[in-house]
């Protein structure tokens, strides 16, 4: 049971993640629920750049409360599909 | 080893001092001598550092490619026979061969006078601005001509009055890039000035800079930087008394946000303006000025049938400016917008022609073009494309491809997030889109206007 509620919750952020790019890159064409959560976030998947990265960084630390830091080794990890971002949000929200 | 006297470069291993720096000189040299060509891609400032000036003792040409783009890399190299990759990171290592060094290999006998040593090196030194073609245009550079183009930053730096021993640089522009090459590597290497290594990115790495700044007795800060990242960083300056200036190249930046910032008080907001083909050539202090002021030595020429030209004792022949330019008779000017079809997307610059030009060879499409708004900073880019006539590609599947193939060559900011896909490209017989066509499809896309 925990187990469902938790990927369930994990479902969820990673919506709101999906939201949160949408949102904050203001990207007009392209709807959250359009989002592979699983496809790269920048090269041919949404085609993001460094400045859009620190866009959405910056909302992250608005709305959970962390800072991200480039020398984190596993930002290319943190940062390579939605699915991904939300389970870092998760290890290190604080809001 | 770490001197606490001529401190060059810093970060949270300690200083660098210049004996260090001159005592890493010579095993480095060796390394990188067989090599014809040296890409130097390092991320840390002070192995850039090194790359640059050991090749240059060496009489080697460095290339510093556009992007990372993997396309933009191998182009940079062309026509090289035996090219090396100096880099930490084996990211392109199957473009070429990497040569790495961490800075632990010292020499006693260094190369302490290299400055006076370079001042008439002819080595090549060569960054690329945007052409008409898909190949990005080679600039020449020599140490002289970025030690000028860094004369500007040292300049602002001493107009500050601050002890030059209590002062540092942090950047958060890259420093392959040119106005990030002067104003922070050949402003430690021309100039002496202390410069993180790192390059800052998130207000966190900014906190941790000036952290790390302020153990190693550092007091005053200057923030190399442009309004890309401005944007994001000034609750943090705001919070950082120990920053006195923020040297920004222009986008431009805004004039509300220089003045929230000096509102502070005790910080300074300076802006650069230059390219590729000048360096840095003038600068405004944004909250006052309305004209640019040309850097000592600097001389703007009007009137010619093509626009204005710089010029400068540090740069072989005058170089036609990228704007328009409205010269005053006390030689401060005025910029007046960008010339023909370049783009400016986040303070990094291309040309629609050249995008146009990696665009049709998409092989999933018969026809393409970029469609351009400009802004006064921010351009906005789209694409209208038609895919080809053999494939039945889903629409997304097309988008993809595109934005594949774009990114082999160009920097993510020109790889536009709106692409629509057409059925034909509105044509003249003689293949071009007229003015009207384009401004019906831009407005298609949302972004005229």
Known sequence: MKDQNSSENNEALQIEVAELIVDSLALEDIKASEIDHNASLFGDGLSLDSIDALEIAFSISEKYGFKLRSDDERNEEIFSCVRSLARHIAENRVT | ?449
């Open chain 2, 1 to 449: 080893m770490n001197s606490t006297k001529n401190r060059l470069f810093f970060s949270k291993e300690g200083v660098v001092g210049q004996d260090q720096f001159a005592a890493n000189l010579n095993p480095l040299r060796k390394l990188l001598m067989p090599a014809s060509l040296v890409c130097n891609l390092q991320q840390d400032r002070y192995l850039f550092s090194l790359g640059i000036v050991a090749t240059l003792l060496n009489n080697q040409t460095t290339v510093l490619p556009p992007s990372l783009a993997p396309q933009a890399i191998v182009a940079s190299m062309s026509g090289a026979r035996d090219p090396v990759i100096f880099a930490a990171a084996p990211d392109n290592d199957n473009i070429a061969r990497r040569i790495s060094f961490d800075g632990t290999e010292m020499t006693s006998v260094g190369h302490e006078d290299f400055r006076s040593s370079l001042k008439d090196a002819r080595a090549e030194i060569r960054v690329f601005s945007s052409g008409t073609t898909k190949h990005p245009e080679c600039n020449v550079k020599t140490w002289s001509m970025l030690r000028g183009g860094a004369a500007i930053t040292d300049q602002i730096l001493q107009g500050l009055d601050v002890e030059p021993d209590s002062l540092a640089l942090i950047g958060t522009t890259p420093h392959g890039h040119m106005f990030g090459l002067e104003a922070t590597v050949f402003a430690a290497l021309g100039f002496g000035h202390c410069v993180y290594r790192d390059t800052v990115f998130y207000p966190a790495d900014l906190e941790a800079a000036t952290k790390v700044a302020r153990e190693l007795g550092f007091s005053k800060l200057v923030l190399v930087t442009s309004p890309a990242h401005l944007r994001f960083l000034e609750s943090t300056i705001l919070a950082t008394p120990e920053i006195c200036c923020v040297l920004s190249a222009t986008a431009p930046l805004s004039r509300a946000q220089a003045e929230r910032i000096e509102a502070r008080g005790g910080v300074k907001v300076m802006e650069i303006y230059g390219s590729t083909e000048t360096g840095s050539l003038a600068f405004r202090r944004t909250t006052q000025d309305e004209t640019w002021t040309p850097a000592a030595g600097f001389r703007l020429v009007s009137g010619t049938a093509t626009g204005c030209t710089a010029g400068a004792p540090h740069l072989p022949e005058p170089v036609l400016l990228g704007d328009d330019v409205d010269l005053r008779p006390d030689g401060h000017f005025k910029l007046l917008g960008r010339t023909g079809d370049i783009v400016s997307i986040r303070g990094k610059r291309n040309r629609v022609s050249a995008l146009n030009a990696i665009l049709v060879e998409v092989s999933e499409i018969s026809d393409g073009i970029f469609l351009h708004s400009k802004r006064e900073s921010n351009d906005l880019l789209a694409i209208a494309a038609v895919p080809a006539l053999d494939n039945a590609l889903s629409e997304t599947v097309i988008k993809v491809a595109i934005r594949k193939h774009l990114l082999r060559y160009v920097d993510p900011a020109f790889v536009p997030k709106k692409i629509l896909i057409q059925k034909e490209i509105p044509r003249t017989p003689t293949g071009k889109v007229r003015n009207e066509k384009i401004d019906e499809l831009a407005k298609q896309a949302g972004i005229s206007g």
